[in-house]
């Protein structure tokens, strides 16, 4: 099928593609910086700093790593911290199959589009109108992050062993203020609000009843059960 779109003229291509290149190092800047807290809450909450560096390297995905950290740390097992971070990297999977018809990964590229599948590399990515744009804006995204979480995280580890007990400087509640940060920019409709409520409350009944961990998990089961069967959702 032929494409009935005027040709861009070159000098507005090169605008374009210069906005994306600035758009996705912005966010990866932004992003990146984060990994400070990551690498710092890491070894305080009992990981070395091979561990940390390396989960931020394999596993790569922000959520996932505050979570398993933040449960380990508040004495957790290993099984309910693994699972509250494999629930919460689910959404990377979701983003591959509505990135895939731009980025048509092949061969070796396939791992690293599935690496580099974030939050901010697809947001950045489906912002822009043209498949080449979505690309660019994909690739300079996510290797930006990916570069800057890894080395932020190092260095952030290497602070989080200088620092001590974490309750001295606040770092304790940290990684709960960081799934705020992450939860409220998405709380601007009923559903997501109402979902919200509802895990929270069901979180603080069972705090006092059952292991670290649990209750994380049972908050994403009854979010994920009401998202379920919520009027009108798809």
């Not at 989960?55 to 959520?63: A, E, I, Q, R």
């Not at 979701?94 to 590229?109: E, I, K, N, V």
Request: net charge positive; charged share 10%; with cysteine.
């Amino acid at each position: 099928m032929n494409d009935s779109r005027p040709t861009p003229h070159p000098d507005h291509t090169d605008q374009a593609r210069r906005a994306v290149v600035r758009q996705g190092l912005s966010v990866a800047v932004a992003t990146g910086l984060y990994g400070v807290s990551f690498g710092a809450l890491s070894v305080t909450s009992g990981l070395s700093v091979l561990q940390t560096c390396l989960l931020s390297l394999l596993l790569f995905s922000g959520g996932s790593q505050f979570a398993l950290i933040g449960i380990l740390g508040g004495g957790g097992s290993v099984g309910a911290a693994v699972g509250a971070s494999s629930l919460l990297g689910l959404r990377n999977a979701l983003y591959g199959l509505q990135l895939a018809p731009t980025m048509r990964p092949t061969g070796w590229r396939r791992y690293a589009v599935a690496q580099l599948t974030i939050d901010e590399s697809t947001a950045v990515a489906v912002a822009q109108e043209d498949r080449s744009l979505r690309r660019l804006g994909f690739w300079v995204t996510g290797i930006g992050i990916y570069l800057g979480w890894s080395l932020t995280t190092f260095l952030g580890a290497l602070a989080g062993n200088a620092l001590g007990d974490p309750k001295q400087f606040g770092l304790d509640a940290a990684a709960s203020a960081a799934f705020m940060g992450l939860l409220w920019p998405r709380l601007r409709a009923r559903e997501p609000v109402a979902i919200a409520i509802v895990a929270a409350v069901v979180t603080a009944a069972l705090v006092p009843a059952v292991p670290q961990g649990i209750p994380v998990l049972a908050a994403a089961a009854v979010g994920a059960v009401i998202a379920w069967v919520w009027p009108g959702a798809r």
